[in-house]
């Protein structure tokens, strides 16, 4: 591939120049909650800095604080533990601000049970992180939250005392000593419950200085909000508003002496003297509350949060109270900060398919967010479970390594068309070194993992929350990024910077910190073999739209038992044929990092949940090497809030395409059952000796409710062990007949290990050429016409087999996802099954044969995506991009312009463009076909060229 560079003025605004300006960091608290326990602010530098509360106890709590570039990438990062009084509760932690003030940084914390709580001040130093001095409160106070303000030399708050009276709570940032209190309202006894404000994301008040005076806001615990004014060292008066407080009320000041307030429905605007100047209302969404607020360049920033959910919409507001735009999110926001340049927000309970363990203390994740905006923030937090569009219909929410398909808040992790495809899908694996050494992922929880870490295989004492925020969100990069970019590298403006993903593509590891050196693969321009790619150097990626990443596991930080896994999820969406619509592939790769492994069973659990989940049937087609899931009946109802497919049913499946690596024999081995043959592997009579693969291994299956003893979900690496071996979850035989569990009706004494193949497996490949006398589906588990299962919440497991891992080796293995729908009205519910054979059949043959869409079949991206290069003597025409997704450009078009003529390969001219101007976008995505021939004319030269439309 050639790149290359000339120095135009280009007037072009359509490259990539695509900025994240947001980061993400890793933040786990011992609350339950864990909100309000981060904190944005902006430094004297004027750099955003975030700080995380990740825990307390034992008299000390956590503080981690990183400084952002304005492209969200963290430049510096620190981590501190400090010695404090804690109360005899830590349940819950608050973050209530982080101010920097000269040379120190102050916090203040909020730490206690449900119900009470004591503040916490910490003065550090700002360079260090060293502790200068620490502030226990020796009152308590209702939890709340109510962000401090550093008001002349005084950290002030406002909290209500546990027994009663809102408080002003005052700490004197020199001295550093126990704080003041004045008794701002002693009728102000109450707070909204824990759970309706702190909890859901709300805020109790505001505090603002108005016209040099000290106003408070408060709109928690009492039926109306009141406006406070300290007019004096313990001299107060208190204004009721109009506004009706429903779990919270919001305030912001509009100038130094105005300052508005509102519920999300009404509005009102105040002076410093306490006279209302305006009033109004708010076509918010219902069933919302205004919970943070901002103003600036006559707008007012809005951002709702919905009563009971983690969704909101975000509002930008004019003076009329007329909405100017808006954005939704699914995730709270605490804070809505202004600095010199536009606003700071913060949040977290971004949720992702890994946990960690650091510091031995296992929980589930939460991620802290900031994102600096202008006029309306971004909002899109799905770089941890990064949402894919697979064809027409569905979308899948993707995760970190072996989480293949996460179930975000407990919702359908793949969907069609809003309807619940794939509640998840999780790989497992189980292996021993030697005979009893065991070594296996977590088997607890579909969603998190506890021994497998975000990024690459690293050695244990210097694997710390840096990394982790470096590799805890999956690389999602798609071709038209990587046209893009290299378009925009060629061409664009110097000030280009790449997207998240190509510009921090994990190409290499850090040797200092044990990892090795080249880690995911990519397109290297120069061939230097260092990833550039300011220079043109692009991720090398599957199908033409990719979600990366890269795990590891290490068992107690136990070299021996190291290895990396590189998880691919692609699409070829681009393909509009029917095969390939609506399917997700998959690849993973295990590379041992010091591990070797004697025996090790690989395979995932496969939680179908097909619209109403507790309807289903299961089945494995045993030649497709699919386990496919349908519905029992031919009504899909509603059930518990998932919408069913009504009587328009659908089917789908998991796919093993190419599994473990045979052991070579000298042979091209058959398409049978005799020995060294297969029925679904890859690469069996394909006329190349030893290139053979195994298939599906296994298929057992299992209900998720109420199913009975030895038959349930496995909570242990031995029981995973028995299924991933085609065994029951205790080790029973899985048997042919009835429900495959031995000594259930219809069970035969003929072992197998596909549970319910119908008549699929016509040469009794699943039970070692034995003839077992009758066809075996969940509808008819005795044979045709016998009655049927009762349908339920039906789980299946896809195994690979077995195989082993040097020191030095690897293994990958490739399958799909895929499902169909019917488009009219569902008469047995066996057609839709039939109907995703066909599409599975397409897929595999496809794969098989190499012979995929999109011009790049199932190999990586290609690598010629440069400028095509005239082949022509004296021709200075370039073509790019070259495949393309349907436009290009020409370059070296003189100012007198050219004419395009655009043909198929069977000489019919298809388009003409004349006065074509050099890098002008020529269009040919309407055109019919794949392959095209493109004849420049420009003064005296004519070329042509040929264009692959992918």
Same mark, same amino acid.
């Given at each position: 591939m050639k790149i290359i560079s000339t120095c135009l003025v280009l007037f072009l605004s359509g490259f990539a120049f695509s900025q994240f300006n947001r980061t993400f960091m890793h933040s786990v608290a011992s609350s339950a909650t864990a909100t309000f326990t981060n904190y944005s602010y902006t430094d004297a530098q004027n750099k955003v800095n975030l700080v995380s509360l990740t825990g307390s106890g034992s008299g000390q709590v956590t503080l981690v604080r990183q400084q952002v570039s304005d492209i969200g990438d963290v430049e510096s990062f620190d981590k501190h533990v400090y010695n404090v009084t804690l109360p005899s509760s830590t349940q819950n932690n608050l973050l209530l601000t982080a101010i920097e003030q000269g040379n120190e940084l102050l916090y203040v914390l909020e730490i206690g049970s449900a119900s009470t709580a004591k503040l916490i001040w910490l003065k550090v130093d700002k360079n260090t992180g060293a502790l200068i001095s620490t502030v226990t409160s020796a009152n308590d106070y209702k939890l709340v939250y109510f962000e401090p303000k550093l008001i002349g030399s005084e950290l002030v708050t406002y909290m209500?005392?546990?027994?009663?009276?809102?408080?002003?709570?005052?700490?004197?940032?020199?001295?550093?000593?126990?704080?003041?209190?004045?008794?701002?309202?002693?009728?102000? $006894? %109450? =707070?909204?419950?824990?759970? +309706? @404000?702190?909890?859901?994301?709300?805020?109790?008040?505001?505090? !603002?200085? *108005? #016209?040099?005076?000290?106003?408070?806001?408060?709109?928690?615990?009492?039926?109306?909000?009141?406006?406070?004014?300290?007019?004096? $060292? %313990? =001299?107060?008066?208190?204004? +009721? @508003?109009?506004?009706?407080?429903?779990?919270?009320?919001?305030? !912001?000041? *509009? #100038?130094?002496?105005?300052?508005?307030?509102?519920?999300?429905?009404?509005?009102?605007?105040?002076?410093?003297?306490?006279?209302?100047?305006?009033?109004?209302?708010?076509?918010?969404?219902?069933?919302?509350?205004?919970?943070?607020?901002?103003?600036?360049?006559?707008?007012?920033?809005?951002?709702?949060?919905?009563?009971?959910?983690?969704?909101?919409?975000?509002?930008?507001?004019?003076?009329?109270?007329?909405?100017?735009?808006?954005?939704?999110?699914?995730?709270?926001?605490?804070?809505?900060?202004?600095?010199?340049?536009?606003?700071?927000?913060?949040?977290?309970?971004?949720?992702?398919?890994?946990?960690?363990?650091?510091?031995?203390?296992?929980?589930?994740?939460?991620?802290?967010?900031?994102?600096?905006?202008?006029?309306?923030?971004?909002?899109?937090?799905?770089?941890?479970?990064?949402?894919?569009?697979?064809?027409?219909?569905?979308?899948?929410?993707?995760?970190?390594?072996?989480?293949?398909?996460?179930?975000?808040?407990?919702?359908?992790?793949?969907?069609?068309?809003?309807?619940?495809?794939?509640?998840?899908?999780?790989?497992?694996?189980?292996?021993?070194?030697?005979?009893?050494?065991?070594?296996?992922?977590?088997?607890?929880?579909?969603?998190?993992?506890?021994?497998?870490?975000?990024?690459?295989?690293?050695?244990?004492?210097?694997?710390?929350?840096?990394?982790?925020?470096?590799?805890?969100?999956?690389?999602?990069?798609?071709?038209?990024?990587?046209?893009?970019?290299?378009?925009?590298?060629?061409?664009?403006?110097?000030?280009?910077?790449?997207?998240?993903?190509?510009?921090?593509?994990?190409?290499?590891?850090?040797?200092?910190?044990?990892?090795?050196?080249?880690?995911?693969?990519?397109?290297?321009?120069?061939?230097?073999?260092?990833?550039?790619?300011?220079?043109?150097?692009?991720?090398?990626?599957?199908?033409?739209?990719?979600?990366?990443?890269?795990?590891?596991?290490?068992?107690?930080?136990?070299?021996?038992?190291?290895?990396?896994?590189?998880?691919?999820?692609?699409?070829?969406?681009?393909?509009?044929?029917?095969?390939?619509?609506?399917?997700?592939?998959?690849?993973?790769?295990?590379?041992?990092?010091?591990?070797?492994?004697?025996?090790?069973?690989?395979?995932?659990?496969?939680d179908g949940d097909l619209g109403n989940y507790n309807d289903d049937y299961i089945g494995t087609n045993v030649g497709l090497g699919l386990i496919y899931n349908y519905n029992g009946d031919l009504m899909d109802e509603n059930n518990s809030g998932r919408v069913g497919y009504q009587d328009t049913l659908a089917a789908q499946g998991i796919m093993v395409l190419k599994g473990f690596k045979e052991v070579n024999d000298g042979l091209d081995n058959g398409i049978g059952i005799l020995p060294g043959q297969s029925v679904n592997g890859y690469g069996f009579n394909d006329g190349i000796i030893d290139n053979e693969y195994a298939g599906l291994f296994a298929s057992p299956v299992f209900t998720g409710t109420n199913a009975p003893m030895g038959q349930t979900d496995p909570v242990s690496a031995m029981q995973w062990y028995n299924y991933l071996n085609g065994l029951w979850q205790f080790g029973d035989q899985l048997s042919y007949g009835g429900t495959g569990f031995p000594g259930a009706p219809c069970v035969t004494n003929i072992e197998t290990n596909y549970m319910y193949p119908g008549d699929s497996d016509t040469l009794n490949w699943a039970t070692a050429g034995i003839d077992p006398g009758f066809s075996w589906s969940e509808f008819g588990p005795c044979g045709l016409g016998s009655a049927s299962n009762p349908a339920g919440d039906r789980r299946g497991i896809y195994s690979f087999g077995k195989t082993s891992l040097s020191n030095s080796g690897m293994f990958e293995l490739d399958y799909a996802y895929l499902i169909k729908r019917q488009s009219v009205q569902t008469t047995s519910i066996f057609e839709p099954v039939t109907d995703l054979f066909v599409k599975a059949d397409a897929v595999r043959n496809a794969f098989l044969d190499n012979d995929g869409p999109c011009g790049i079949n199932f190999d990586p991206v290609p690598e010629n995506l440069g400028l095509e290069e005239s082949t022509v003597e004296g021709d200075s025409f370039t073509v790019y991009p070259n495949p393309t997704a349907g436009s290009v450009r020409i370059n070296g078009i003189s100012e007198a312009g050219g004419i395009i003529r655009v043909f198929d390969m069977n000489g019919k001219l298809l388009q003409t463009v004349s006065g074509y101007q050099a890098m002008q976008v020529l269009d040919l995505s309407e055109l019919k076909g794949n392959l095209f021939i493109l004849q420049i004319s420009n003064e005296s030269k004519t070329a042509q060229k040929r264009v692959v439309k992918y």
């Open positions: 209500v005392k546990s027994n009663g009276g809102l408080t002003r709570v005052a700490l004197n940032t020199g001295t550093f000593t126990a704080p003041t209190e004045e008794t701002a309202d002693a009728s102000i $006894t %109450n =707070t909204a419950s824990f759970s +309706n @404000t702190v909890m859901s994301g709300f805020k109790n008040g505001n505090l !603002f200085v *108005v #016209n040099g005076l000290e106003k408070v806001i408060i709109g928690a615990g009492i039926s109306s909000s009141v406006i406070i004014t300290r007019t004096a $060292t %313990n =001299t107060y008066t208190s204004a +009721n @508003t109009g506004i009706t407080t429903q779990r919270s009320v919001s305030s !912001f000041l *509009v #100038n130094p002496m105005t300052v508005l307030i509102t519920n999300g429905i009404s509005l009102e605007l105040y002076d410093a003297t306490g006279t209302m100047l305006l009033s109004g209302t708010l076509n918010g969404p219902s069933n919302s509350i205004a919970s943070q607020v901002e103003y600036a360049n006559n707008r007012y920033h809005i951002y709702y949060k919905y009563a009971n959910t983690n969704q909101g919409i975000f509002y930008l507001v004019d003076q009329n109270f007329q909405v100017v735009d808006s954005v939704p999110t699914n995730k709270t926001i605490y804070h809505i900060h202004k600095n010199a340049n536009g606003f700071l927000l913060d949040g977290s309970d971004i949720t992702k398919g890994l946990s960690l363990d650091l510091d031995n203390n296992p929980e589930v994740g939460r991620v802290a967010y900031c994102e600096f905006y202008k006029t309306v923030p971004v909002l899109n937090h799905d770089e941890y479970a990064t949402l894919i569009k697979a064809g027409q219909h569905v979308t899948a929410s993707i995760g970190l390594g072996t989480k293949v398909i996460t179930s975000p808040n407990g919702l359908p992790g793949a969907t069609y068309d809003g309807l619940s495809g794939c509640y998840n899908l999780s790989e497992f694996f189980v292996g021993f070194i030697g005979a009893t050494d065991m070594v296996a992922n977590d088997q607890s929880s579909f969603n998190d993992q506890f021994s497998e870490l975000p990024g690459p295989n690293t050695t244990s004492s210097l694997y710390d929350e840096v990394l982790e925020s470096k590799y805890n969100r999956p690389y999602h990069v798609s071709f038209q990024m990587i046209e893009d970019h290299v378009d925009s590298v060629a061409f664009g403006s110097s000030a280009y910077v790449p997207v998240w993903a190509i510009r921090n593509w994990p190409a290499h590891g850090n040797t200092a910190l044990g990892q090795v050196a080249d880690l995911a693969p990519f397109v290297d321009v120069n061939s230097n073999g260092t990833y550039e790619p300011l220079q043109g150097d692009y991720p090398s990626i599957y199908g033409n739209d990719c979600v990366f990443s890269i795990t590891h596991y290490r068992s107690n930080g136990d070299t021996g038992k190291a290895f990396e896994i590189h998880s691919y999820v692609y699409t070829q969406a681009c393909d509009t044929s029917e095969a390939f619509n609506d399917v997700l592939m998959r690849k993973v790769q295990v590379y041992s990092r010091g591990a070797a492994i004697d025996s090790m069973f690989f395979g995932g659990l496969f």
